[in-house]
T-cell receptor
Framework: DAMVIQNPRYQVTQFGKPVTLSCSQT?????MYWYQQKSSQAPKLLFH???????NEADTPDNFQSRRPNTSFCFLDIRSPGLGDAAMYLC????????????FGDGTRLSIL | GQNIDQPTEMTATEGAIVQINCTYQ??????LFWYQQHAGEAPTFLSY????GLEEKGRFSSFLSRSKGYSYLLLKELQMKDSASYLC???????????FGAGTRLFVKA
């Protein structure tokens, strides 16, 4: 089945220790998104890619970076995680337009010690 | 500004009907989505409305009024497995982004 896969499902890191979350898709969608979601809150868009074109949200902290080496893979790098970065991180894909539904991975729950 | 409002929580009884409302104010509109999200899981797509009116899909229906900036999700014959958060989301014009509401947590009781 075509799908969006995130690894790992659970990630624990230490305060200030860099961490990378990964996402892959077999849907061949042009657009990939990274969201941060905290308990009982809306998913907050961090960035999105249209092919290799990178779009950063204005309020995404500099601490968060992303890479998309090819159509199938996208990475979220958190350079120096703080306690406030503990959250669920969701990767999603869609076809080109915003009138297309997004397909989400199962998410990575990040804990900071 | 961009704003999507929906009730925080609702409770309903198994077998009943529940309506979850959503109002939105966005700078552009390219359709309204409803997603279901079980606790600790990713959102899954339920419905999409871009024209006014009711779209029915099995036990779930979604309604849109663009002039009122209003939508609702109607769930019939509620089952325990329908206990989840329901996210209302609006597609922005001129790009690829979707604005999400915080979700309505629905509790279905026996």
């Amino acid at each position: 089945d075509a799908m969006v896969i995130q690894n790992p499902r659970y990630q624990v890191t230490q305060f200030g220790k860099p961490v990378t979350l990964s996402c892959s898709q077999t849907l061949n969608h042009n657009v990939m998104y990274w969201y941060q979601q905290k308990s009982s809150q809306a998913p907050k868009l961090l960035f999105h890619y249209y092919d290799k074109d990178f779009n950063n949200e204005a309020d995404t902290p500099d601490n968060f970076q992303s890479r998309r080496p090819n159509t199938s893979f996208c990475f979220l790098d958190i350079r120096s995680p703080g306690l406030g970065d503990a959250a669920m991180y969701l990767c999603a894909t869609s076809r080109e337009q915003s009138n297309q539904p997004q397909h989400f991975g199962d998410g990575t729950r990040l804990s900071i010690l | 500004g961009q704003n999507i409002d929906q009730p925080t929580e609702m409770t309903a009884t198994e077998g009943a009907i529940v309506q979850i409302n959503c109002t939105y104010q966005t700078s552009g509109f390219n359709g309204l989505f409803w997603y279901q999200q079980h606790a600790g899981e990713a959102p899954t797509f339920l419905s999409y409305n871009v024209l006014d009116g009711l779209e029915e899909k099995g036990r779930f229906s979604s309604f849109l009024s663009r002039s009122k900036g209003y939508s609702y999700l109607l769930l019939k014959e509620l089952q325990m497995k329908d206990s989840a958060s329901y996210l209302c989301a609006v597609g922005e014009t001129g790009g690829f982004k979707t604005i999400f509401g915080a979700g309505t947590r629905l509790f279905v009781k026996a």
